[in-house]
């Protein structure tokens, strides 16, 4: 139990982190937001937990597949908001776009012999 509280108070440290840099300075949080850390700290924590190279190596390998359908988001978001809409409609139809997307290479990756 001290393991996971130890993994969570970390991971959720860099999350304020990001948080509170933006407050000061946009582009800075947003280049710490950008850096892969949530995917760094999961195969660290996955080798920590399995030592299994393969269940790593398809972890990493099935991470980029899902960060290719998130990207429209980080455009669609800031077009809603500069076109007036609410930050709470600009998020939800963000993520709504990225789920659609996400269903869409899980459907897509098996029919071109991609495995996640």
Known sequence: MTYLLLKAAISGLLIALASEVARRNA???????????I???????L???????????????ATLWYVAPSLPMF?????????????WLSLGL????????YLVVIW???RFGINI
């Not at 080798?47 to 398809?58: F, M, S």
């Open 94 to 101: 963000g993520c709504a776009v990225t789920i659609l997307l």
């Open 47 to 61: 080798w920590r937990d399995t030592h299994d190279p393969i269940r790593l190596a398809n972890h990493a390998q």
């Open 27 to 37: 582009g800075i949080g947003a280049l710490i937001a950008s850096l892969p850390l």
């Open 39 to 45: 995917s760094v700290l999961g195969m660290i924590w």
């Open 108 to 110: 897509a990756a098996p």
């Open 75 to 87: 455009l669609i978001i800031p077009a809603l908001l500069r076109a007036g809409f609410g930050f």
